[in-house]
C-alpha cells in the first residue's frame, strides 16, 4: 500500500511540473528550419528572426506578424531582427509567419508582461554576421516573480495533497 502513495505523489509531481511548462514555445515544423528567439519578450523588445538554410529554403525569406513589420532574410543571410510593437499586448501570444520559396511556417511569439527600460532609437532588419548572440538565458528568462511564485505554489500543494493522502491511508490501514 506505501507504494500506491508513493506512485501517487510522483504522479502528482509530474502533472504539476508539466502543467508549469509553456506551450507557446511550439512552432509548426515545416521543409525548412526556422526560429524566435526569444520566444517570449516585452513589448518594445527585440527578437532574432532566424532561418535554415536548405534545399527547401535558398531564396529570400519573408517573416510577419501582427506585432512587428514584415521583414525579410536575403538569402546570403540567416537571421535578421525585428522590434516588437510597444501596443502589443502584454501575455498575448501572436503568430509569427516565415515563408521561403515555396515552404511557409508558422512559430509563436509571447509577449511578456513587462516593459523594457528603453526605446530603441531605431530598427534595424539586419545585422551582418558577428557570432552567437547570448543573452536572455537562463530558465527563468521572460517569467515574472507572480508566474514563478504561481508555479511553486502548485507545485508544493499537489505534493503536500499526495503527502496528506498517503499519510491518511497508512493510518486507516493501522486501525
Known amino acids: 500500500m506505501r507504494a500506491i502513495g508513493l506512485a501517487s505523489a510522483v504522479l502528482l509531481g509530474a502533472g504539476a511540473l508539466t502543467s508549469c511548462v509553456p506551450a507557446a514555445d511550439a512552432a509548426i515544423r515545416t521543409d525548412f528550419g526556422f526560429s524566435v528567439m526569444p520566444s517570449t519578450v516585452a513589448a518594445g523588445g527585440e527578437v532574432t528572426l532566424r532561418v535554415e538554410r536548405n534545399a527547401a529554403c535558398q531564396g529570400e525569406a519573408a517573416v510577419n506578424s501582427q506585432v512587428f513589420d514584415m521583414v525579410t532574410i536575403p538569402p546570403e ?5 525585428a522590434v516588437v510593437d510597444w501596443d ?10 516565415f515563408e521561403c520559396d515555396e515552404s511557409s511556417g508558422t512559430a509563436r511569439l509571447s509577449i511578456a508582461s513587462g516593459r523594457p527600460t528603453h526605446h530603441p532609437t531605431h ?14 538565458g537562463g530558465t527563468l528568462a521572460g517569467f515574472d516573480l507572480k508566474e514563478i511564485g504561481l508555479g511553486a505554489a ?9 503527502y496528506h493522502f498517503s499519510r491518511r491511508r497508512t493510518d486507516e490501514d493501522a486501525g
Open 77 to 81: 543571410e540567416s537571421w535578421a531582427t
Open 154 to 162: 502548485l507545485i508544493a500543494g499537489s505534493l503536500g495533497v499526495a
Open 88 to 97: 502589443a499586448k502584454p501575455g498575448a501570444v501572436y503568430d509569427v509567419e
Open 123 to 136: 530598427h534595424p532588419t539586419r545585422h551582418p554576421h558577428k557570432g552567437v548572440h547570448a543573452g536572455e
